[in-house]
Nanobody, 123 residues
Framework: QVQLVESGGGLVQAGGSLRLSCAGSGRTFTSNAVAWFRRAPGKGRVFIARIGWVGGRASYADSMKDRFTISRDKAKNAAYLQMNSLKPEDTAVYYC????????????????WGQGTQVTVSS
């Protein structure tokens, strides 16, 4: 069973950057894809980006692709989310997830989830 642990969240000023990490423990990632979602206070879970674990092909929600970049390091069994030009509306708990990954923006396409990491962007 793969377990996922996110890190790298915190408090940042608007316009700043953060890099979130998602470390896989237990068995090596065997899932097809790793994705990032977020959940803002009082809102539902929102898809950010997905990356194929083997080929590294990335895809994004349209509203995220200009400022966010997903990547993965197979040797380190880890995935990352680089977030730039952060805005207060990016404040949320950010989750990484692993699974078959299709449909890519469906939470149900991912069967392993991390506990989340809080990102707070101040104005």
């Amino acid at each position: 069973q793969v377990q996922l642990v996110e890190s790298g969240g915190g408090l940042v000023q608007a316009g700043g950057s953060l890099r979130l990490s998602c470390a896989g423990s237990g068995r090596t990632f065997t899932s097809n894809a790793v994705a990032w979602f977020r959940r803002a206070p009082g809102k539902g879970r929102v898809f950010i980006a997905r990356i194929g674990w083997v080929g590294g092909r990335a895809s994004y929600a349209d509203s995220m692709k200009d400022r966010f970049t997903i990547s993965r390091d197979k040797a380190k069994n880890a995935a990352y989310l680089q977030m730039n030009s952060l805005k207060p509306e990016d404040t949320a708990v950010y989750y990484c997830a692993a699974g078959l990954g299709w449909p890519e923006n469906y939470a149900s396409a991912y069967n392993v989830w991390g506990q989340g990491t809080q990102v707070t962007v101040s104005s």
